[in-house]
């Protein structure tokens, strides 16, 4: 049975979910910083999803880059699975701005998180529903 590990449930506010992919933004309103997590039990590399939720995870992981670059108007998308501290498979997909706080370096450890309210997780979504296609599902707390 998939079980999110705990530093991601404790660290995201859970936005919803793409068919393979449950989407969490990071809680740091200092970038919109997403977190794709596969719902398969026991994966931590992406090489462990068999071919096609392999397949399925990229589309899903481009359409929100996509998504997030237009809607945003980020002027760079950053995308990565690292897992040296959460070791559960998750890809990142960061909308960076070089106007942003860590510009050009990388988001981590820059500076403290800036935890978004909820109303701010509201507003995003808001700016999201209409982009983000009948395959994705917002979770109740967004919606």
Request: charged residues 20%; aromatic residues 10%.
């Amino acid at each position: 049975m998939f079980a999110l590990d705990s530093r991601l449930k404790q660290d995201t506010w859970l936005i919803g979910d793409f068919p393979l992919c449950s989407l969490l933004l990071s809680n740091d309103s200092n970038y919109p910083w997403f977190i794709l997590v596969p719902r398969r039990e026991g994966i931590s590399e992406l090489f462990q999803l068999d071919d096609g939720d392999q397949q399925l995870m990229w589309r899903e992981t481009s359409a929100l880059a996509r998504v997030l670059k237009e809607v945003l108007g980020a002027d760079k998308m950053n995308v990565a699975t690292l897992g040296n501290v959460v070791s559960q498979l998750h890809m990142h997909v960061i909308a960076r701005f070089t106007a942003d706080v860590a510009w050009p370096g990388p988001v981590w450890g820059k500076c403290p998180a800036r935890p978004y309210t909820a109303d701010e997780v509201v507003r995003l979504c808001k700016q999201l529903k209409p982009v983000l296609g009948d395959n994705f599902t917002f979770s109740e707390v967004v919606a």
